[in-house]
């Protein structure tokens, strides 16, 4: 599906990210991950296979976002698909969140795509892909995620805008919608309502969220792996400004 095409996953380390960059190059995309721990993007290379490029970025800084754009060029030309997929989910109770805490989140999800996007922008093809990770939580209201719910509803309106912006050059903004998906940002600190949970409280916590979706499990990095490559390939090129939820029937049922 992706064969002849070049494709940049950022948050490619792990998670959906190793997924999809996984997919993508058994598909016969030449793959750029970008993460911040060189151990990590060590291993995902390797994990992912030949001709990988692993890219150390701070998606925080406009210099080091711009640094990349710089190596991607010169490694290989342009990008016909771009997935930002970095991010961090936590929960923001009204009542306790600080102020850092906040800024953190809505940085990391929200400014960190919008400067994504605009230093790979130019070395994008016309005609090229974007796909941004947003979640379910854009759609309903869950206590305690106010500041998360935010940021990925502002992460599903920018691929309407971008669309918008960018239709000159034919490039299409399209959104993933992960559910409740078994990756390591799901089982890290900060994603219960009872940070001093044990490990086995935290399971049972867990085991309780998949209760709540209607098809009764957790779902798989490779679940919306598929669907960004879908998003990714030709084979979705009439959609454009588009949400692909992918949650279980999370926010639909």
Excluded: C
């Amino acid at each position: 599906m992706l064969k002849g095409k070049t494709a940049l996953v950022t948050g490619g380390t792990s998670g959906i990210g190793l997924a999809t960059a996984k997919l993508m190059h058994a598909n016969g995309a030449r793959v750029v991950i970008a993460g911040r721990e060189p151990s990590k993007l060590e291993s995902a290379r390797m994990e992912i296979g030949d001709n990988v490029i692993a890219l150390e970025v701070d998606v925080l800084s406009r210099a080091s976002l711009t640094k990349m754009a710089s190596e991607i060029k010169q490694a290989v030309g342009q990008l016909d698909v771009f997935f930002a997929n970095a991010g961090v989910a936590y929960v923001t109770p009204l009542a306790t969140t600080t102020e850092d805490a906040y800024d953190a989140l809505m940085d990391t999800n929200v400014k960190s795509v919008f400067f994504s996007l605009q230093a790979v922008e130019p070395i994008l093809r016309e005609g090229a892909s974007v796909i941004l990770n947003t979640a379910w939580l854009n759609q309903v209201g869950v206590p305690g995620r106010a500041a998360l719910s935010a940021s990925k509803a502002a992460v599903r309106s920018f691929s309407r805008t971008f669309s918008a912006e960018l239709l000159p050059r034919r490039i299409r903004v399209n959104a993933v919608s992960p559910g409740l998906i078994d990756t390591p940002i799901l089982r890290g600190v900060g994603q219960s309502e009872h940070p001093g949970q044990t490990e086995g409280e935290f399971k049972e916590y867990l085991a309780g969220a998949a209760k709540l979706i209607p098809f009764g499990r957790l779902g798989r990095p490779d679940e919306i792996a598929e669907a960004v490559v879908f998003l990714a390939s030709d084979a979705s090129g009439y959609m454009l400004g588009s949400e692909l939820v992918v949650d279980g029937g999370l926010s639909e049922l």
